[in-house]
Every structure is written in C-alpha cells, then in structure tokens.
Nanobody, 123 residues
Framework: QVQLVQSGGGLVQAGGSLRLSCAAS????????MAWFRRSQGKEREFVAA????????LYSTSAKGRFTVSRDNAKNTVFLQMNSLKPDDTGVYYC????????????????WGQGTQVTVSS
C-alpha cells in the first residue's frame, strides 16, 4: 500500500521560510516523479515544483523559481520543499504527489497523493 505522509507547514509572516516533507512508503521516490502542488482559495490546484526519478529533472513554477527548492533524501525515501521568501500569495494547501510518467505539470497524471498541509503566509 502506497502512502505519502506530509509534515511541515503552518503559519509564517511574509518573508519567512517553511519546509514541507513528504515521506513515502510502498514506493521508491527514486522511481517516480515527485511533485508539489498547491490549491489556493478560489483557484484550481496548480503545479509548484517537481523532481524527476533518479538523475532526472527539477522543475519549478514561475512563482516558485528562485524561492523554493525541491529535494529528495533517498535514504529516508522522503521529498522536501524548502520555501523561502514566502509571500501571502503562497498561501494554500500543499500536496505532494507521485507519478510514473514525465508529465510533470499535469496533476491528472499523478497516481498517489499526500494528505495535504496548510501553509498560511500573513502580510
């Protein structure tokens, strides 16, 4: 049984930092594209960042580029999203997801999802 268990998140002031974690069981994160998506109030779920299977690509949304870093700890089978210089527009529920294909940006193609974690950035 595949599980993606998220931790981290919370409330932070604008300009602050948070780190999200996504611990996987039942799959190897090196064999999947591991991504982060965000759902903000009134908006559809949107792509934030992804890291490809072993040796693969790292992609960011335009808004995340330069501020967020996606990484992977293979030994812990865990993926991280380090978020710096946070803005109120970054507020939302963040989800990690796993996909066997390389459709990085397309949430429909992702097979497994974490439970979501709230990130709130105050101005």
């Amino acid at each position: 049984q595949v599980q993606l268990v998220q931790s981290g998140g919370g409330l932070v002031q604008a300009g602050g930092s948070l780190r999200l974690s996504c611990a996987a069981s039942g799959l190897k994160v090196t064999k999947y594209v591991m991504a982060w998506f965000r759902r903000s109030q009134g908006k559809e779920r949107e792509f934030v960042a992804a890291i490809g299977w072993s040796g693969g690509s790292i992609l960011y949304s335009t808004s995340a580029k330069g501020r967020f870093t996606v990484s992977r700890d293979n030994a812990k089978n865990t993926v991280f999203l380090q978020m710096n210089s946070l803005k109120p527009d970054d507020t939302g529920v963040y989800y990690c997801a796993a996909d066997r294909t390389d459709n990085y940006h397309d949430d429909v193609s992702y097979d497994y999802w974490g439970q979501g974690t709230q990130v709130t950035v105050s101005s």
